[in-house]
């Protein structure tokens, strides 16, 4: 039934020249200070201009695609980007001309809210509608959620597991699982489950990793400082939680599966400055990135999708944008 696999993420500049057109892309629509759009330049400035998160997704896309050959369905996985190259409508091209018809779509997020993923899925209706304006179109399934599967979990407490060992031993009883995630607006999470799911993905990861001592912070706020938006911001939490005398602190960006800019420089140069400046001893986890568990978990979650739609009869292809709302502005990654 289904002729490849489509994996949706964010997007990032390849370079020192791609950073303000890629900008420009996240913040079209938006009021945004020159002040703020160069401020948020600097951040990829400090890193070559390249984001890690199109090398990352590429991993992960060829990972779906030799366990999807090895579990006899040998089909192909593409990238999508929202915001940067390879861009969704030409991916969709590509795919279209390399004929295929169906794809399962694999969204890079793991909690689900309107800018993490309905967005996401707008956009995938935005580019078949591009296609149809030319008298084609690839007919696109996603697969269900994963924010708790087991192999997300597994990867992620791997990931703590590894960091506190960094720690100093005599410190190590005694840290605490900070998990991070990309704030959004108040009213955006009031008409999802993006805190409920956060929530559980970070209890089910602090079990993995028989941690205890365990909580939710967000990051990487970009709306104006009179919108109110999910809190405690890290750095806040980690200067307040210094000093009611936490000892050690482990951070996990469990609401992102890509080490991209916002990972790089919130936690490891932001939060990190912070936690010298402070004296609070701090490590932290990677993302789920290429991890084979992570791997195993997308190439189940796809295999899930195929078997459940093995047995049913076929849809037509028809328009998928009439009954979605338009996009609206995204946010950096």
């Not at 210094?242 to 800019?261: S, T």
């Not at 739609?309 to 609206?328: D, F, V, Y």
Request: aromatic share 6%; hydrophobic share 45%.
């Amino acid at each position: 039934m289904f002729d490849a696999v489509l994996v949706v993420s964010f997007g990032g500049p390849n370079g020192p020249d791609d950073i303000r057109p890629f900008l420009a892309n996240v913040l079209r629509g938006r009021r945004v200070s020159p002040e703020r759009v160069e401020e948020v330049a600097h951040h990829y400035e400090l890193f070559g201009g390249v984001s890690p998160i199109t090398a990352i997704t590429r991993r992960q896309a060829d990972g779906l695609q030799a366990r999807l050959h090895d579990a006899g369905h040998p089909l192909p996985v593409y990238v999508g980007m929202r915001n940067w190259h390879p861009y969704l409508a030409d991916t969709l091209r590509e795919m279209h001309a390399a004929g295929v018809r169906r794809a399962i779509g694999f969204i890079a997020a793991a909690q689900h809210s309107y800018s993490s993923c309905q967005q996401y899925r707008e956009n995938v209706a935005a580019a078949r509608a591009e296609l149809r304006a030319h008298g084609a179109d690839i007919d696109v399934t996603f697969v269900e959620s994963w924010f708790d599967h087991p192999g997300f979990i597994a990867a992620n407490a791997a990931h703590v597991a590894e960091a506190l060992a960094r720690l100093d031993p005599a410190l190590q009883d005694a840290a605490r699982l900070v998990c991070t995630a990309h704030s959004i607006p108040t009213p955006m999470a009031g008409r999802s489950r993006y805190r409920e799911q956060l929530m559980e993905s970070s209890r089910l990861v602090a079990e993995a990793a028989a941690i205890r001592d365990w909580t939710l912070v967000f990051q990487s706020r970009s709306g104006r400082p009179e919108d109110p938006w999910l809190e405690p911001d890290v750095c806040d939490y980690l200067r307040a939680a210094k000093a009611e005398g936490l000892r050690a602190a482990v951070l996990l960006p469990v609401g992102f599966v890509c080490d991209h800019i916002e990972v790089l420089y919130d936690l490891d140069r932001e939060a990190a400055q912070l936690c010298t400046e402070i004296g609070l001893p701090m490590v932290r986890a990677d993302s789920a990135n290429d991890d084979p568990r992570f791997l195993d978990m997308m190439a189940d979650i796809v295999l899930r999708t195929i078997l459940r739609h093995e047995t049913g009869r076929p849809l037509p292809l028809a328009p998928a944008a009439a009954s979605e709302p338009q996009a609206r502005p995204g946010r950096p990654a």
